[in-house]
């Protein structure tokens, strides 16, 4: 089945570039989404970028795929330490086709 | 307004009851979903309905029993309460069903708490 896997942990300074990476194996999902969880908070769709694209840009958010690679990633600019939370991928797999979720990124902000 | 709501978002409870987390969504989708994410944070799929219809049924065991009156509403009722249903429980809704092309959007979560 759909496999979707995060490193667990990273941890930056404030006002530096944070990078998430995810790579998945399934590759039919039209749209692959990040989804945000701050401390004892729900889940948050953060952006998602559709599978014929390369890149998206929204505001200090980049996402960039590699199709070929079945890399995605997420990078943050000047980040902030309200950006800490955890970060999941999330693609659509499996043969129900539901959204399947990496085990999520946590984000360390040391100011 | 919240568009994915569930209740209740903290519930303690004893080993051996029954539980009920109730979901709505108002964001016209035809869709519903429970997620569960445990201790370390994983999030999985448990059960996904369309229209009222059983759609997606994980190996949950069958102590979990969802219901949908409606589209708008679905609830997880949990038998017989094990230390081991402790987790964040979340509701989620799309429009549509199983395709790659519709966003889901997730409630604030359930935390539920076995002692």
């Keep these: ?111 | 307004d919240t568009a994915v709501s569930q209740t209740p978002k903290y519930l303690v409870t004893q080993m051996g009851n029954d539980k009920s987390i109730k979901c709505e969504q108002n964001l016209g989708h035809d869709t519903m979903y429970w997620y569960k994410q445990d201790s370390k944070k994983f999030l999985k799929i448990m059960f996904s309905y369309n229209n009222k219809e059983l759609i997606i049924n994980e190996t949950v065991p069958n102590r979990f029993s969802p219901k949908s009156p409606d589209k708008a509403h679905l609830n997880l009722h949990i038998n017989s309460l094990e230390l081991g249903d402790s987790a964040v429980y979340f509701c989620a809704s799309s429009l549509g069903s199983g395709s790659s092309g519709n966003t889901i959007y997730f409630g604030e979560g359930s935390w539920l708490t076995v002692v």
């Design chain 1, 1 to 111: 089945g759909e496999d979707v896997e995060q490193s667990l942990f990273l941890s930056v300074r404030e006002g530096d570039s944070s990078v998430i990476n995810c790579t998945y194996t399934d590759s039919s999902s039209t749209y692959l989404y990040w989804y945000k969880q701050e401390p004892g908070a729900g889940l948050q769709l953060l952006t998602y970028i559709f599978s014929n694209m390369d890149m998206k840009q929204d505001q200090r958010l980049t996402v960039l795929l590699n199709k070929k690679d079945k890399h995605l990633s997420l990078r943050i600019a000047d980040t902030q330490t309200g950006d800490s939370a955890i970060y999941f991928c999330a693609v659509f797999g499996g043969s129900q086709g539901n959204l399947i979720f990496g085990k999520g990124t946590k984000l360390s902000v040391k100011p």
